[in-house]
């Protein structure tokens, strides 16, 4: 075992001033979970496999004009179908604290139940992170490598989801600067387009990260948004476009000592005990799977770091 939180150790700055002040002051982080945008496509715990398959269809087929000659059979309409596969692989997160640490600490501060209800807020974070890098996935792209976001690289997004018949409502998830670059070149823009903020009741619906609407589309910012080649790698998308499968627990594991956690989460947490040198750790575990669904559904945003 390695890191583990130590009075005489990692610890010591929790406890520099704990006669003064008990405050945990919690250091920036980014909350955004992108799981409302992407699509469920289930829950397999209990199903007997670690693989979700999901069926696809495409009935882009019309009807065709009657035979003329009234006698001649229709031949079949051949209907194009597939699949798409997701295999959930185990997401852990460990802490660990010493019994002197424990001993000597006090009420609101830095101990296992704290940490254990972090667990589910450090899970949807795994989340977000996943859900971006399949979207380096996506076969469209729009922007100019180098240069800021601008609003004409929001229409151009846009135009590319509305020519490739994608029903909405749409998405877009930016990295921070390309969100306030997007800001700053919509100052330059005449007319009564718009950005509109996010309201405390759209971030009760949305969740953390989102920032508002803009062509009725909402903009989320995550840092998660992959970067390469001094690029950020944002993406604007509709419903089907990303999934993901998850894997709960259906009940307590065998040997385990489970660790209360906010209700809804996929997330199973168990306090694990060291006696010798007297470490106790809460462990958090999670069985999640992301994927491309359907390329056709998004498009890339791509523009300077």
């Known amino acids: 075992m390695a890191n583990e939180i130590t009075l005489t150790g990692s610890g010591a700055n929790t406890r520099a001033s704990e006669i003064y002040n008990r405050i945990l002051h919690e250091l920036i982080l980014d909350p955004t979970s992108l799981r409302a945008v992407a699509t469920n496509l289930g829950d397999i715990g209990g199903s007997g496999s670690a693989t979700l398959t999901t069926g696809t269809v495409d009935y882009d087929n019309a009807f065709g004009a009657v035979n003329p000659d009234e006698v001649t059979a229709a031949d079949n309409t051949a209907l194009t179908v ?16 010493s019994d002197l640490h424990t001993v000597t600490g006090a009420p609101g501060q830095l101990d296992l139940p704290a940490l254990a209800a972090k667990m589910a807020q450090s899970y949807e974070l795994r989340v977000t992170d996943m859900i971006c890098t399949e979207a380096d996935s996506i076969s469209a792209s729009v922007g100019v490598s180098g240069a800021d976001a601008t609003v004409d690289d929001f229409f151009s997004a846009t135009a590319t989801l509305q020519q490739a018949l994608v029903t909405g409502p749409w998405f877009a998830v930016l990295a921070p600067i390309q969100v306030t670059d997007l800001r700053t ?7 009564a387009m ?16 989102f920032q508002g609407m803009l062509l009725g589309v ?23 476009c990303i999934a993901y ?39 958090g575990h999670a069985f999640v799977a992301t994927g491309l669904l359907e390329n056709a559904r998004g498009v890339r945003i791509v523009t300077d770091a």
């Open 185 to 191: 070149s919509l100052r330059s823009e005449g007319g």
């Open 218 to 240: 909402a903009v989320y910012a995550a840092d998660s948004v992959t970067s390469s080649g001094g690029n950020r790698g944002g993406f604007m998308a509709g419903p089907g």
């Open 194 to 209: 718009q950005f509109m903020p996010a309201t405390a009741e759209q971030l009760a619906i949305h969740g953390p990260g």
């Open 82 to 97: 597939g699949s798409v596969s997701l295999t959930v692989a185990h997401q852990i997160l460990s802490y660990g604290v």
């Open 245 to 283: 499968v998850e894997a709960s627990a259906r009940g307590a594991m065998a040997g385990s000592i489970s660790a209360a956690i906010p209700a809804g989460s996929p997330v199973y947490a168990e306090f694990v005990r060291s006696g010798d040198p007297g470490i106790s750790r809460i462990v």
